[in-house]
């Protein structure tokens, strides 16, 4: 039985009951309505029928900027492609797909499908996995530190992140590397835990990527971990770097790294693992590559010190100008 059923027969019984008493205030109290609400819809039946006393079908306002229903479709795709971005991050993929919508209106179409959340978002990808491959997958935010370098490469956040274990190829890290005042992100993976040796190989790469960029590389800031210690010391002698190392327990002093890390594992990490098990440590890297392009030339930084800008933007801009002398109180 329908809700507009269920209210026909409602107003028919108040009219019957109302009828058989003789009092339609007694019959109004009985069920709960107004008894001027009663004596209209026995007016209305006297002069038309019952069948008057239907419910009237109200037909949806339509709205001249509502939106297309494959813009909802594009908009449900790539919120679930990407569950762990928020409506203010997806306005940049939408644009690549030719949707331009404000931020409060995606956000009012997630809200309105059950996918308003990342905790929702992710569980609909999640669940989308099961249902298509039979895989069923499972559900740290760093804090920040505000820190502030003169020019590209003069303080680069270097830190060691754990990937996870990956079935039939064993625990796999991420080498991470920020620069302080652009941004300008570099990672690598390795299978297995990272030793002097392979950050010492992870600098050259860094010194060597920077340089293309037209910037070089005078300091790092690191924590207390092995994997800084040994050959990397020594190689950072060796190229002139100067090492930092933040206190012990203080990974805000090396917030813009932990920073990166923290959008690595929301934007990259944890929407590809749903998306199926991973078992190609190239082909994850590869992948991560990509996400680092995007990341460094195209995704708008918000913080209040990027101020909607790219790790590119900020590097052309100090190249083309003298940077600012004074540093800005910043969020990462």
């Given at each position: 039985?329908?809700?507009?059923?269920?209210?026909?027969?409602?107003?028919?019984?108040?009219?019957?009951?109302?009828?058989?008493?003789?009092?339609?205030?007694?019959?109004?109290?009985?069920?709960?309505?107004?008894?001027?609400?009663?004596?209209?819809?026995?007016?209305?039946?006297?002069?038309?029928?019952?069948s008057a006393l239907w419910p009237k079908s109200r037909r949806w306002p339509t709205q001249p900027n509502a939106m297309a229903p494959w813009e909802i479709e594009v908009i449900l795709a790539e919120a679930i492609a990407r569950p762990t971005l928020?409506?203010?991050r997806l306005l940049e993929h939408l644009a690549e797909r030719d949707v331009h919508r404000s931020r409060t209106g995606v956000q009012k179409i997630l809200n309105r499908h059950g996918l308003g959340t990342r905790t929702e978002r992710v569980a609909a990808l999640a669940a989308l996995t099961t249902a298509t491959t039979g895989q069923v997958t499972r559900d740290t935010d760093p804090g920040g530190f505000c820190l502030w370098a003169a020019s590209a490469g003069d303080l680069v956040g270097m830190d060691?992140?754990?990937?996870?274990?990956?079935?039939?190829?064993?625990?796999?890290?991420?080498l991470t590397a920020a620069d302080t005042r652009s941004r300008w992100t570099i990672a690598e993976l390795f299978i297995g835990r990272p030793n002097s040796q392979v950050a010492a190989t992870f600098l050259d790469i860094v010194v060597q990527r920077l340089a293309t960029l037209g910037v070089d590389l005078s300091g790092?800031?690191?924590?207390?971990?092995?994997?800084?210690k040994?050959?990397?010391r020594v190689r950072a002698a060796t190229l002139g770097i100067e090492v930092h190392q933040t206190p012990p327990r203080?990974?805000?002093?090396?917030?813009?790294?932990?920073?990166?890390?923290?959008?690595l594992l929301q934007e990259f990490y944890r929407p590809t693992f749903h998306r199926g098990v991973v078992a190609d440590v190239p082909l994850l890297n590869r992948q991560l590559q990509d996400f680092l392009e995007r990341f460094n030339t195209r995704r708008r930084n918000h913080g209040n010190w990027m101020n909607g800008r790219t790790p590119h933007q900020v590097?052309?801009?100090?190249?083309?100008?003298?940077p600012s002398p004074q540093p800005v109180a910043c969020t990462l």
């Open positions: 039985m329908t809700v507009t059923e269920l209210i026909y027969q409602r107003r028919v019984a108040a009219i019957t009951h109302a009828a058989q008493i003789g009092n339609i205030a007694e019959a109004a109290r009985i069920f709960g309505i107004a008894r001027q609400t009663l004596s209209g819809w026995i007016t209305t039946a006297q002069q038309h029928g019952l928020g409506a203010a060691a992140f754990y990937v996870g274990k990956l079935k039939g190829i064993g625990p796999v890290w991420q790092v800031i690191v924590d207390g971990g092995p994997e800084w040994g050959d990397f203080s990974p805000n002093h090396n917030g813009i790294c932990e920073r990166v890390q923290g959008t590097l052309t801009s100090d190249q083309e100008s003298e």
